[in-house]
């Protein structure tokens, strides 16, 4: 089963370019380890929240923005292996230079539990993360696949992954816990949806909203005000 090493990150924004090449440097080295794709997205429409965002997630500084992003596995078995032989051999898989301040970056590894339309051909990503009741994992998948449904396939939206954590870190500093203020008996979730743009992605939302205008938010089953989000475009691609 496909799975999925996801991370959130701040980096200078005047480091934009050495970024890219840092991605490009980290590829090389991935793919031959068994990594079949590496998606990246540079922040554009980061939203503060009143409770948390992906900004204090990984306590950007000053003139930082978000990055946010994926590498793809054929398992979580090749993932595995993987880390772990260049934790064993660092001089063998040495990682590039860091332009950012890694210590402050959360990742994780995750299952999908949903998967609709498709994850190429798009130009605008928005990216996810919150915290979702393990009992509530079936109540979860239900009402992704009705919002990709009846919400985003509707207006133009390419694709949606939505993942659950099963192998997330704790962090020295920072992590997907600490993101999503996660509470006992609560898992890390990562999502995101594919737009062909950004004017497709704002117009969607922008209908949607108004669709809700007046009427009763349905309940959740998950806490909305710790969910974080935010509008990236598209980076890097290991397919292109």
């Known amino acids: 089963m496909t799975y999925y090493t996801s991370s959130i990150a701040a980096v200078p924004s005047k480091n934009k370019r050495q970024y890219e090449e840092h991605l490009v440097a980290a590829w090389a080295m991935l793919e031959p380890l068994g990594a079949t794709r590496m998606v990246e997205g540079w922040g554009v429409d980061v939203q503060r929240g009143k409770v948390n965002d992906l900004f204090g997630a990984v306590r950007a500084e000053g003139d930082e923005s978000i990055v946010y992003g994926w590498i793809e596995w054929p398992d979580q078995a090749t993932a595995d292996a993987a880390w772990q032989r260049m934790q064993e051999d660092p001089a063998s898989h040495p990682m590039p230079d860091m332009p950012f301040d890694g210590s402050r970056a959360i990742f994780g590894g995750f299952a999908p539990i949903l998967v609709a339309g498709t994850d190429r051909g798009a ?50 500093q920072t992590d997907f816990y600490r993101a999503s203020l996660a509470e006992d008996g609560e898992v890390p979730v990562v999502g995101w949806t594919l737009w062909p743009d950004k004017a497709t992605c704002d117009a969607a939302a922008r209908a949607m909203e ?25 980076l890097f691609d290991s397919e292109h």
């Open 123 to 172: 130009g605008y990503i928005q990216g996810f993360a919150l915290a979702v009741p393990e009992h509530n994992k079936t109540l979860y998948v239900e009402m992704a696949r009705q919002a990709w449904d009846g919400a985003f396939q509707p207006r133009g939206c390419l694709g949606m992954v939505e993942a659950w954590g099963v192998e997330v870190p704790r962090g020295k």
């Open 210 to 234: 108004a669709e809700m205008e007046g009427q009763e938010f349905p309940e959740m089953p998950f806490d909305g005000m710790r969910m974080m989000w935010g509008g990236f475009e598209l």
